[in-house]
């Protein structure tokens, strides 16, 4: 499989041209909404809800904003090339990942994850930078 090049499989078929690149967002995401899931589960069956917001973010940044990254490279296939929407992919699921454990933590009463709590936010966030980025680059013709 090579990342960044239109998926030759749905080329030219009348649909949306998928490619490898958002395949890989959306299967990350599919995954992390799985285990976001079974964690909601978790909770509703314990009645423990202090890690709501662990929960909640998993699911946010894991399966919803990563879906729609995907959403965006299924449609613009152009913008899918190069390195930055792997870069882009790398920081979102590190991001999730790491945030999840440590915000579990953190709201079960151990403060010293708070540190990495806060690393996780800003891969996050400069996830959503290069997101801006990739979408302001004008397009290679
Ligand atoms: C099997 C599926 C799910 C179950 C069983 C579940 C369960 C729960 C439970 C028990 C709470 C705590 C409610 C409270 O204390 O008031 C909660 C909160 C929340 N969930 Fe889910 N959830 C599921 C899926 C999702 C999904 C897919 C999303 C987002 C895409 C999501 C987003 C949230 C949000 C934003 C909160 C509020 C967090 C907060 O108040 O800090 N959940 N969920």
Redesign the pocket.
């Known amino acids: 499989m090579r990342y960044g090049l239109p998926d030759r499989q749905n080329a030219g078929r009348g649909g949306i041209v998928s490619n490898s690149i958002s395949l890989l967002f959306f299967r990350t995401a599919a995954i992390l909404?799985i285990v976001?899931?079974?964690f909601?589960?978790y909770?509703?069956a314990s009645g423990n809800?202090a890690t709501?917001?662990a929960?909640?973010h998993l699911?946010?940044i894991g399966?919803?904003v990563m879906s729609v990254y995907g959403i965006f490279f299924a449609l613009n296939p152009k913008k899918s090339a190069g390195r930055l929407p792997k870069i882009l992919w790398g920081l979102n699921t590190i991001a999730a990942v790491v945030m999840f454990p440590s915000l579990v933590l953190l709201l079960n009463g151990y403060p010293g994850f708070e540190p990495l709590v806060a690393a996780a936010s800003f891969l996050a966030l400069a996830g959503a930078i290069l997101f801006a980025v990739l979408l302001f680059q004008p397009e290679a013709v």
């Open positions: 909404l976001g899931m079974l909601g589960i909770m509703s809800h709501a917001g929960h909640a699911n946010l399966f919803v």
